[in-house]
């Protein structure tokens, strides 16, 4: 079954330069999520979109910014990186917004900034 | 924020024992828990669900208990094989979709 496909896999950036990180859901699925996960901590909850529109917002600092496109996809582009930006960025989809039918996590990129 | 977060960090338990993590949440009109199995460097994988109008959920090898009273929220593992090896997290839906994610327990099964 398609599950949720993050990319890239893994991204290594400078100081101050810019990523993006790109999130294609399931088939159908409407809404997505992004998460940031640093060393040995829990998922932190950062944006979410639903229909193309954002639907709630978590602890996205104001570097970030991001949207969810006709075709359903998601990115977050982050700007100034900070060496505190390095983490995995967790992407998940689900069905019908609130919810959360069908909530499945993609794999994840993982951003190290040097 | 809302805090989900769990009793336990580390867990070890032998190999074909049952295993038993568990969860405090401390929103009382969160109405779904889903516990995820994360894996080093992987995402979080679903488990299993509930909903708030349900104390006891089963799946395979794996039973939710959902106490409702105490906000309490339990994942039992039943024949813990080697495999099951990994961080669990217990997350909570509040309105607007965010998830919560408590602290993670490690479970590490020894063989």
């Known amino acids: 079954a398609a599950g949720v496909i993050q990319s890239p896999r893994h991204l290594i950036k400078e100081k101050r330069e810019t990523a993006t990180l790109k999130c294609y859901p399931i088939p159908r699925h409407d809404t997505v999520y992004w998460y940031q996960q640093g060393p040995g901590q829990d998922p932190q909850f950062l944006i979410s979109?639903?229909?193309?529109?954002?639907?709630d917002k978590g602890s996205i600092p104001d570097r970030f910014s991001a949207q969810q496109f006709s075709d359903y996809h998601s990115e977050l582009n982050m700007s100034s990186l900070e060496l505190g930006d390095s983490a995995l960025y967790f992407c998940?989809?689900?069905?019908?917004?609130?919810?959360?039918?069908?909530?499945?996590f993609g794999s994840g990129t993982r951003l190290t900034v040097v | 924020g809302e805090s989900v977060g769990l009793h336990l960090p580390t867990l070890s338990v032998q190999e074909g024992d049952n295993s038993i993590i568990n969860c405090a949440y401390s929103n009382s009109a969160s109405d779904y828990f889903i516990w995820y199995k994360q894996e080093s460097g992987k995402g979080p994988q679903f488990i299993i669900d509930i909903r708030s109008n349900m104390d006891k959920r089963q799946g395979q090898r794996v039973t939710v208990l959902l106490n409702k009273t105490v906000k309490h929220l339990s994942l039992q593992i039943a024949a813990t094989q080697p495999g099951d090896s990994a961080v669990y997290f217990c997350?909570?839906?509040?309105?607007?979709?965010?998830?919560?994610f408590g602290t993670g327990t490690s479970l590490t099964v020894i063989p």
């Open positions: 997350a909570e839906i509040l309105t607007g979709n965010q998830f919560y």
């Open positions: 979109f639903y229909e193309k529109m954002q639907s």
């Open positions: 998940a989809s689900s069905l019908g917004g609130q919810g959360g039918y069908g909530y499945t």
